[in-house]
T-cell receptor
Framework: NAGVTQTPKFQVLKTGQSMTLQCAQD?????MYWYRQDPGMGLRLIYY???????DKGEVPNGYNVSRLNKREFSLRLESAAPSQTSVYFC?????????????FGPGTRLTVT | QKEVEQDPGPLSVPEGAIVSLNCTYS??????FMWYRQYSRKGPELLMY????GNKEDGRFTAQVDKSSKYISLFIRDSQPSDSATYLC??????????FGTGTKLQVIP
């Protein structure tokens, strides 16, 4: 199993450009998440999806949109990138069985907006 | 005030030392307490998971939760250079959302 995969690994955008970050998991998990990680700020939740067809805002949703394409895939879109969106983006997924709250993370996408 | 406070470090210790990593939190609704380990340029991975107050041991690692003082600790015995990473405390009170601390960077010197 590949676990959680993310593409691309690195990206440089100019202010105003758009892009979509892709995430896929092969663990048959219902819940998926997008976080951003910035120095001194820790991991902050952007959006999450509790199941296929549903999405909810997290702590820092402004400037982002998401799509839960199917159970496996959860994409994050930046419509008009801003320098403040320079960050490392992590996708995660979680099984909903039992009492485990473990989230499995992808390797991250390093995004720079100039 | 942040919901979870964690000293960012860096914390530098010699190999074999006992390491103590700590977090404080403000949300009384937190019931599940996790520690994630994140190696440089990698995604976080779950290290320890406890429910409510008390201790949990797993090999060289011990997680401790004191809900009365809202204090979370992770102890590493006989620390190894391979333990060098950033450690994130991550309490949760509900089904979906986990609140992550900013992480403490640990370096174990051989």
């Amino acid at each position: 199993n590949a676990g959680v995969t993310q593409t691309p690994k690195f990206q440089v955008l100019k202010t105003g450009q758009s892009m979509t970050l892709q995430c896929a998991q092969d663990m048959n998990h219902n819940s998926m998440y997008w976080y951003r990680q910035d120095p001194g700020m820790g991991l902050r939740l952007i959006y999450y999806s509790a199941s296929e067809g549903t999405t909810d805002k997290g702590e820092v949703p402004n400037g982002y949109n998401v799509s839960r394409l199917n159970k496996r895939e959860f994409s994050l879109r930046l419509e008009s990138a801003a320098p403040s969106q320079t960050s490392v983006y992590f996708c995660a997924s979680r099984a909903d069985s039992g009492s485990s709250y473990e989230q499995y993370f992808g390797p991250g996408t390093r995004l720079t907006v100039t | 005030q942040k919901e979870v406070e964690q000293d960012p470090g860096p914390l530098s210790v010699p190999e074999g030392a006992i390491v103590s990593l700590n977090c404080t939190y403000s949300n009384s609704a937190f019931q599940y307490f996790m520690w994630y380990r994140q190696y440089s340029r990698k995604g976080p991975e779950l290290l320890m998971y406890t429910y409510s107050s008390g201790n949990k041991e797993d090999g060289r690692f011990t997680a401790q939760v004191d809900k009365s003082s809202k204090y979370i600790s992770l102890f590493i015995r006989d620390s190894q250079p391979s333990d060098s990473a950033t450690y994130l405390c991550a309490p949760s009170g509900g089904y979906q959302k986990v609140t992550f601390g900013t992480g403490t960077k640990l370096q174990v010197i051989p």
